[in-house]
């Protein structure tokens, strides 16, 4: 239990009821065809006596969890309830992520199932959307193999959720949109916001870096800022609501702001989101090592609002490697990056994400990435095997490593990283921190479970009214990962 999810920004579709033709300008024109859908599956629910239900299941980063409530929200105000019952829902909508191979193959696994209940259920509808749907060869394949499916969009106009929809409602054959580019973000729409707390907020869409291995530039598109005017509005729209913490979200916010008339940084952004009346907790997500300014790390250390948590992926600490990855930083930037955020910030977190088995990756490359994780001294990472995606250079590289080793370095890799991990966050034992509540704790009876400013979780005893509060905790006993505290 999280709190109960809630529509944002809600749209006042009666006035759109009447309209003879769909307006042309966004977002009037989705407003106009969430009302046509309204209708129509009010009929079907006058028919079927109850309210039409939707599975929603998203996977992969923040960008598609954001991306996904937005789809809610226009489905919610469509007049679908939500449902975690996938074998009885009217409707089902994967947002799916392309960025390792293995989501794929899970995504067509899914789709052989929902073959199985369309079967039985003839008037399911089933959406697919996100990263995965960019890839030519997915939807070929989808419009090969999977007929059944209903509608097909991709990450660029989710906002067109509704119109897809009606079309489909009103045409009867499968619906495919999907975009190259992004050809302007629409972003007046309503969404239900997972937590009432906390939510992401995008600062830019996008990514320009290319890194050899990545999938996203070519799914995402490129680097796009919105207005800091755009996003201060809706932060403080969102604080009105309820919420304390927020995630600002972008695929390299290092460089936000580029391309914008405003003179403005991610820097500056910081001090004026830290300004926020009502807000207090500031998050962001992901930073690119190369762009890293010194003026962020001292807005980190400056607005007491920013958590001490900084995500900076490594992704190899050998040069050669990094070369070929077009990453753009050597190991000794790098470590010097983590030496000046621990020096300024000292009681910041530094995570990261490190990937194995990188097309040429010899012992020797894999020994200096071991000798930045035993100096960085992480406080978590996330470890991925190379995965070979279509499309990106490093998919033609020759030299591609043996599964065998990968699978040696890997494991060899993730023991230490967590070894290292669980001694920085159990160094923290016995202080007292503030905390906030997320929710009950799944496992643990009568216990919230809470975030500390370091993104380490505590769980200890409470009740729901503590939800969506920050309150300080005595962390009492650490479990490697997370901690068992207590409230004072
Ligand atoms: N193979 C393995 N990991 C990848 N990542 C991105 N692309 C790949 C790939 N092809 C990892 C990177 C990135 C994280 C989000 O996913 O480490 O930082
Ligand atoms: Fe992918 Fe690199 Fe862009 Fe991150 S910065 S999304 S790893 S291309």
Redesign the pocket.
């Given at each position: 239990m999280k709190g109960e999810p809630e529509l944002f920004n809600e749209i006042d579709l009666d006035k759109y009821e009447s309209l003879k033709e769909a307006p042309e300008n966004e977002p009037e024109r989705q407003y106009y065809y969430m009302a046509k859908c309204r209708e129509l599956i009010g009929l079907i629910e006058k028919k079927k006596g109850r309210k039409l239900t939707v599975y929603n299941l998203v996977v992969g980063?923040q960008m598609n969890a954001k991306d996904s409530e937005k789809i809610q929200g226009i489905l919610t105000q469509i007049g679908f309830e939500k449902t975690d019952a996938e074998e009885t829902a009217d409707m089902v909508i994967y947002n799916t992520c392309t960025?390792?191979e293995n989501a794929n193959l899970k995504v067509y696994g899914r789709l052989g199932y929902l073959n199985s209940l369309k079967r039985e259920r003839p008037d399911m509808l089933i959406a697919m959307c996100g990263c995965m749907m960019q890839e030519k060869h997915v939807v070929d394949t989808i419009k090969e193999k999977y007929r059944f499916v209903d509608i097909v969009f991709g990450t660029y106009n989710i906002y067109k959720t509704a119109e897809l929809l009606y079309l489909r409602l009103t045409g009867g054959n499968m619906v495919i949109d999907i975009w190259n580019e992004n050809k302007g973000i629409v972003e007046e729409l309503p969404a239900v916001r997972e937590y009432p707390f906390k939510s992401g907020v995008n600062i830019m869409y996008g990514c320009n870096n290319f890194c050899t291995?990545?999938?996203v530039p070519y799914v995402r598109g490129r680097e796009k800022s919105r207005t800091s005017a755009d996003i201060i509005d809706e932060i403080k729209k969102l604080v009105k609501d309820g919420v304390r913490e927020v995630m600002l979200l972008g695929q390299n916010v290092n460089s936000y702001g580029k391309g914008l008339e405003e003179d403005i940084t991610f820097a500056k952004l910081l001090y004026m989101v830290n300004d926020i009346e009502g807000l207090e907790r500031i998050r962001f997500m992901?930073s690119h090592p190369k762009d890293l300014s010194d003026d962020l790390i001292y807005a980190i250390r400056d607005c007491k609002k920013v958590c001490r948590h900084f995500h900076l992926?490594l992704?190899s600490g050998s040069d050669t490697v990094l070369k070929r990855m077009n990453r753009h930083y050597d190991q000794e930037r790098y470590l010097g990056l983590v030496k000046k955020l621990r020096d300024t910030i000292p009681d910041i977190a530094i995570t990261t994400?490190?990937?194995v088995g990188f097309p040429g990756e010899t012992d020797e490359d894999f020994e200096e990435t071991m000798k930045v994780v035993e100096e960085a001294r992480f406080d978590g990472a996330?470890t991925?095997?190379?995965?070979?995606?279509t499309g990106?250079p490093a998919a033609s590289y020759p030299d591609q490593v043996s599964a065998d080793i990968v699978k040696k370095r890997f494991d060899r890799l993730l023991s230490r990283v967590q070894a290292i991990a669980s001694e920085r966050i159990s160094a923290h034992q016995s202080k007292v921190m503030e905390a906030m509540v997320e929710g009950m704790d799944d496992h643990l009876e009568g216990y919230v479970t809470g975030r500390l400013s370091n993104n380490v979780m505590v769980h200890f005893p409470g009740d729901g009214s503590l939800i969506g509060k920050i309150v300080p905790v005595m962390l009492k006993e650490s479990k490697g990962f997370y901690y068992i505290g207590e409230m004072v």
């Amino acid at each position: 239990m999280k709190g109960e999810p809630e529509l944002f920004n809600e749209i006042d579709l009666d006035k759109y009821e009447s309209l003879k033709e769909a307006p042309e300008n966004e977002p009037e024109r989705q407003y106009y065809y969430m009302a046509k859908c309204r209708e129509l599956i009010g009929l079907i629910e006058k028919k079927k006596g109850r309210k039409l239900t939707v599975y929603n299941l998203v996977v992969g980063c923040q960008m598609n969890a954001k991306d996904s409530e937005k789809i809610q929200g226009i489905l919610t105000q469509i007049g679908f309830e939500k449902t975690d019952a996938e074998e009885t829902a009217d409707m089902v909508i994967y947002n799916t992520c392309t960025v390792r191979e293995n989501a794929n193959l899970k995504v067509y696994g899914r789709l052989g199932y929902l073959n199985s209940l369309k079967r039985e259920r003839p008037d399911m509808l089933i959406a697919m959307c996100g990263c995965m749907m960019q890839e030519k060869h997915v939807v070929d394949t989808i419009k090969e193999k999977y007929r059944f499916v209903d509608i097909v969009f991709g990450t660029y106009n989710i906002y067109k959720t509704a119109e897809l929809l009606y079309l489909r409602l009103t045409g009867g054959n499968m619906v495919i949109d999907i975009w190259n580019e992004n050809k302007g973000i629409v972003e007046e729409l309503p969404a239900v916001r997972e937590y009432p707390f906390k939510s992401g907020v995008n600062i830019m869409y996008g990514c320009n870096n290319f890194c050899t291995y990545c999938i996203v530039p070519y799914v995402r598109g490129r680097e796009k800022s919105r207005t800091s005017a755009d996003i201060i509005d809706e932060i403080k729209k969102l604080v009105k609501d309820g919420v304390r913490e927020v995630m600002l979200l972008g695929q390299n916010v290092n460089s936000y702001g580029k391309g914008l008339e405003e003179d403005i940084t991610f820097a500056k952004l910081l001090y004026m989101v830290n300004d926020i009346e009502g807000l207090e907790r500031i998050r962001f997500m992901t930073s690119h090592p190369k762009d890293l300014s010194d003026d962020l790390i001292y807005a980190i250390r400056d607005c007491k609002k920013v958590c001490r948590h900084f995500h900076l992926p490594l992704q190899s600490g050998s040069d050669t490697v990094l070369k070929r990855m077009n990453r753009h930083y050597d190991q000794e930037r790098y470590l010097g990056l983590v030496k000046k955020l621990r020096d300024t910030i000292p009681d910041i977190a530094i995570t990261t994400d490190i990937i194995v088995g990188f097309p040429g990756e010899t012992d020797e490359d894999f020994e200096e990435t071991m000798k930045v994780v035993e100096e960085a001294r992480f406080d978590g990472a996330f470890t991925f095997i190379y995965s070979k995606r279509t499309g990106t250079p490093a998919a033609s590289y020759p030299d591609q490593v043996s599964a065998d080793i990968v699978k040696k370095r890997f494991d060899r890799l993730l023991s230490r990283v967590q070894a290292i991990a669980s001694e920085r966050i159990s160094a923290h034992q016995s202080k007292v921190m503030e905390a906030m509540v997320e929710g009950m704790d799944d496992h643990l009876e009568g216990y919230v479970t809470g975030r500390l400013s370091n993104n380490v979780m505590v769980h200890f005893p409470g009740d729901g009214s503590l939800i969506g509060k920050i309150v300080p905790v005595m962390l009492k006993e650490s479990k490697g990962f997370y901690y068992i505290g207590e409230m004072v």
